[in-house]
């Protein structure tokens, strides 16, 4: 039987929301789980499936749906914190969660359709949901060629899809395609079914176990209940996303720096020009690390900072204020911009700097720390910041409206994410 979504969600989430140390004392014991065998698992290429049930069963999938409703109550601020402290216990963890809190974010900004009581209904089971929207192909951006049709009160889809994080650990997969009527819908598709192939092709260097590798659709049946107009998917929603991505990015520093000061920590010989033979006694080491710790705070600054102007957007779209939404839309645009810049930059250059504090012993294989760069920099490079930092650029100078943070499917084809 479905709950009733009473009182309004809106209400909810426009009123008052979780303590983060309530927040925090609740999954951080799941986290140093997770990280006990991180090493392992990117050593053997292990993909996480228990370790993402553990978090689905103590209640992470739901952050942001409101306590009343079954949910956390967390704000986006502390959904992107506690990402990031996930993403230093497991970076591959943090980024399977990507599809499914911005599937819940979407069903949380929209209270009044008819299948939002029934996708909270299923959140609170534990219901999982990945998925991805890129072609399977060389096409352009907005240039979907998979298919969505009805016939018989039986909607289907078949297209090919890439990037489908999540969804080797997902009951639901949330894929984008063009119906009769080449519009463009997103149908949430249950993966049980002989309709769905799943593949295990992602090649990349870095974040290996997301399962972001290929999903096929030749007739699979979309549920009654997920069925929506990509145009009215979430205003912010390109910037969830990216911040998303940011978070997981910030917990790979803190892991890296973590790493890098516990080794220089155990090491116990030093080059002949160093300062002093007991290399966690030598200044330069420990300008080292002191140096990468700076460029850590650099990046978790500008991840609080950025974060919380989702909040603003959000809590003016729950009171209907639609003047303030679209203000605090462009403000969080450009925030979120500035952010991936300082975040990126600092991350990479902490990933590669621990290796200067160490030595040549720290490129050992069974330390896998090269892992930390392999995964920053693979995040990095799915919006490179070269094109945010020339959005920002015409917006500083020109005052031109910066554009790549809402719903791209609900303007004009062509413009990135």
């Known amino acids: 039987m ?48 228990e370790q993402v049930r553990w978090l689905i069963d103590a209640g992470f999938s739901r952050l942001r749906i409101p306590r009343e409703l079954g949910g956390d109550g967390a704000t986006l601020q502390q959904v992107f914190l506690l990402l990031a402290e996930l993403g230093e216990a497991d970076p591959n963890v943090a980024h399977i969660f990507r599809n499914h809190l911005a599937f819940v974010e979407d069903r949380l900004n929209s209270p009044d359709h008819p299948s939002t009581e029934v996708w909270l209904e299923r959140f609170r089971q534990g219901q999982f949901v990945g998925g991805g929207w890129t072609e399977a192909s060389n096409a352009k951006f907005g240039e979907i060629g998979t298919r969505i049709t009805t016939s018989e009160g039986v909607t289907r889809i078949t297209g090919n899809k890439f990037y489908a994080t999540g969804s080797l650990y997902a009951d639901w997969l949330d894929v984008i395609g063009r119906n009769e009527n080449d519009e463009l819908i997103t149908a949430l598709v249950p993966r049980e079914q002989a309709g769905v192939t799943l593949l295990d092709d992602w090649d990349g260097f870095g974040q290996q176990t ?3 590798g290929s999903a096929r659709y030749q007739d699979a049946v979309v549920d009654e209940h997920g069925i929506f107009p990509a145009e009215q998917r979430f205003a912010y929603q390109g910037l969830f996303y990216q911040t998303a991505l940011l978070s997981v990015l910030v917990g790979i520093g803190r892991a890296a720096f973590r790493d890098g000061s516990e080794g220089l920590r155990r090491r116990t010989r030093n080059y ?22 700076t460029r850590l705070f650099q990046a978790e600054a500008a991840l ?23 203000t605090a839309l462009v403000d969080a645009t450009v925030r979120t911009h500035e952010a991936q ?12 700097t621990i290796f200067d504090a160490l030595g040549a012993s720290a490129t050992s294989v069974s330390l896998a720390l090269d892992r930390h760069w392999r995964n920053a920099r693979t995040l990095s490079s799915h919006n490179p910041r070269v094109f945010k930092e020339r959005v920002l650029g015409d917006y500083y100078v020109n005052g031109t409206v910066p554009v790549g943070g809402s719903n791209p499917y609900a303007r004009p084809q062509g413009q990135g994410v």
């Open 2 to 49: 479905v709950a009733p979504t009473s009182p309004d969600i809106r209400t909810l989430l426009a009123g008052s929301f979780a303590e983060f140390d309530t927040l925090a004392a609740t999954y951080r014991p799941v986290f140093t789980r997770i990280a006990e065998g991180n090493l392992q698992r990117e050593r053997t290429r292990e993909f996480p499936y």
């Open 210 to 212: 997301t399962a972001s």
């Open 272 to 293: 002949p020009l160093g300062v002093n033979e007991v290399p966690p006694q030598d200044p330069l080491l420990q300008q080292q690390i002191g140096y990468i710790g």
């Open 304 to 326: 609080e900072k950025q974060s919380a102007t989702l909040d603003v957007v959000a809590r003016a779209h729950a009171l209907g204020d639609a003047e303030r939404e679209k």
């Open 341 to 352: 810049s300082v975040i990126v930059d600092s991350v990479l250059e902490i990933t590669a």
